[in-house]
């Protein structure tokens, strides 16, 4: 392997773990807060992908400007994103926050299978793609090998984007300080005149929004069909538990890893490129059980 | 010792009147239908569900079956293949179904065969391709109405070097599960024996359903290989066809083969350039060179479109050429049982000495189950009256050219395949008319 193709599978694997990054980062971030594993993440990924084409097919049959097309991915991830979350939390996720952690699993892999029947009576079982956004940008030449501009620079620019401004919100801002309170201890937080409430709310959208821009970025590249919520279901989990269950910084680095591992395996090893994300997240589970950024858990009695 | 005879008396007779009413005209022939609703699959499963119900209905309305009109239940192959199978028995053995249409997936095939040899039960593989299935183990009550892996990989093998007879690399992106890696194997067993110079650059196999192949795509611009052959389906090839399409790979100079690209054409629009080999598993395309204009197909492709708005795909065809299978071998059946009724072996016998036609040519019947099914490859030509990529340069494989004969097997066939079959002059070849 020569230093040019180096840079290619450096170039594949970030353009990658972006997205991944992007899905991983609103699943941690919900866990995080309200310490549930949410199964029906995958299919706010789905919903994002399929809504974002849908706009983009409505953007092309109206005659509108295409310039729209870029912005209304943000839109669609957004509108759908804030909406599904709102949905589950209101008629699930708070009930059930006290239950089982099976309990929770279980609940919310139901609200995944009733998603995904819904998205099927919505969008049918056909492909759906829409990539005039990806041939807008245009495409630029890498030792011989032509990448589109949308997977070379702004998946990563929005994946580094998301992560700064949450880092940034979660830290500066009184807001994000109380979502960072609910996160170590809820009752403690209440406690101090943190509206719960309203903060898992709020948390749950911003999660929803991510795992739907997730979708939404891919759906110019990717052909969105049945099942593909449960493929991303799997994988992101795969990276919020290398990463550490509710570590921002956790999911970012296991993405990366993720996704870098996994182009490098398929200019040198195709054969393991299937296995890579899990090969990792054995690899690390076994010397840290809690994950690459797990912190001391305070035991609570 | 009476309690035995009495119970072996009544075993012998519920046995026979059992078999007496196998033999008496039912009301309904009732069939189960295993086809993928949900998953990945349904592409495929759908339009074909789509195409069983509007021809069951057709069927039924000139009379049915040998008079008796066809009632069918469908079973979801997408709920996995161990729920499939208690679904399968229950069909069988609660609600009486003894003709079963199964199944799409290969896998599903595996599974089905053998049960439905063990519980005496018809069963018409309807779309699955594995060759192993029929050469690997003989069985009685099993047929398949279409071709199989074998037939069409060695025609898609024939139709590249007819096409491009001089390239020196290969490289191949499958779907990383038995149809992605066998159909492989029988591709490169046969372009071996027939071009044992040809070097493979790469040889990648991305999950089932990956939604991401820039990788792979980055290693074949840097390796510029002369062939790529990409036997995946579905969403996955739509991916994958639009990202090579987005980042330049189909200007290259590269030959693309995707051999179950005809499943893709109207959906991919205008993203799939012309000059791609495109195959569709079998002789069957709503502009198929020779059967086009039977007043039959064409009523089958309007109907179709008024009902599901696509132009109808293999899996469509391979559901069509299920039912008429079905519908001639019981019909034969009749006429050999003197007009009476067929057991479910008397018409599993039947269907293994049959001709018939759906909407591509003649498909044959062999002793060993298996039908043999012209392949249909060509290249994409961008026309006018189509939004979507047409196949030109078309090209008809005798099934029997391309076939493992009865009694051997497909990997040791395959490698005895000689150059002299590129010179027969049995390969007709059409243009885009």
Known sequence: MNASLFALALMDGVSYAALLFLVALGLTLI??????????????????????????????????????????????????G?????????????????????????????????????????????????????????????????????QLLLLPTVAVLAFLGLRWFLGGTALGRQITAVTHHREVATAMGVNTGRVTWLTIA?????????????????????????????????????GGLGQIGGAALAALMIGLTRSFAVYLMPEVEVLVPYLIMVGVLLVRPEGLFSTAAARRI | MKLLKTLTAIAVTTLASGFAQAQDKPAELKIGITTFTSGAASVFGVPAKAAAELLIEEMNAKGGIGGVKVAATYIDEGIGGDKLLSEYRRLVQEQGVRTMLSAISSGNCNIVAPVAEDLKVLNVMWDCGTEKVLEEKRYKYVVRTQANATTEMVATVLYLLKTKPNFSTIAVVNQDYAWGRDSWEIFLNTLKALKPDVKVVAEMFPKLGASDFSTE????????????LNTSWG???????RQAAQRGLFTQGATMVLPLAESSLERLGATLPEGVIVGGRGDHYFLHPETKDEPAHKDFVAKFRAKTGSYPIYPTYHMAQALVGLKTGYESAIKANGGKWPSSEQVAEAMRKMEFKAYGRTVTMREDGQGLEAQLLGTTKRVAQYPFAVMDKMMLVPADLVTTPVGQKSPAWV???????????????????
């Open chain 1, 31 to 80: 866990f995080g807060v309200m310490r549930i594993l949410n199964i029906a993440h995958g299919s706010l990924y789905a919903w994002g992908g399929y809504f974002a084409a849908t706009l983009g097919m409505g953007i092309a049959k109206f005659g509108l400007s295409p310039m729209l097309g870029l912005p209304a991915l943000f839109v669609a991830a957004i509108v759908i």
């Open chain 1, 206 to 242: 911003v999660g929803g929004a991510l795992g739907a821009l997730g979708g939404a970025l891919a759906s110019p590249t990717t052909s969105f069909t049945p099942g593909i919520g449960a493929e991303m279901m799997v994988l992101s989990f795969a990276v919020v538990a290398t």
């Open chain 2, 217 to 228: 795509i980055s290693r074949l611009q840097a390796l510029r290989p002369d062939v790529v």
């Open chain 2, 235 to 241: 969403g996955d090839l739509d991916t994958f066809v």
């Open chain 2, 415 to 433: 490698k005895t395949i000689k150059a002299d079959l590129l010179n027969s002059d049995r390969l007709k070849t059409y243009d885009f008319k």
């Open chain 1, 82 to 150: 804030v909406f599904l979350a709102t949905v589950l939390e209101f008629a699930l996720l708070r009930h059930i926050l006290d239950k089982d952690p099976i309990l929770q699993l279980l609940v919310t892999f139901a609200a995944f299978m009733v998603l995904e029947d819904l998205q099927r009576m919505i969008w049918g079982v056909q492909p759906v793609f829409v990539s005039d956004v990806v041939t807008q940008l245009g495409t630029l030449s890498v030792a011989g090998v032509t990448y589109t501009r949308y």
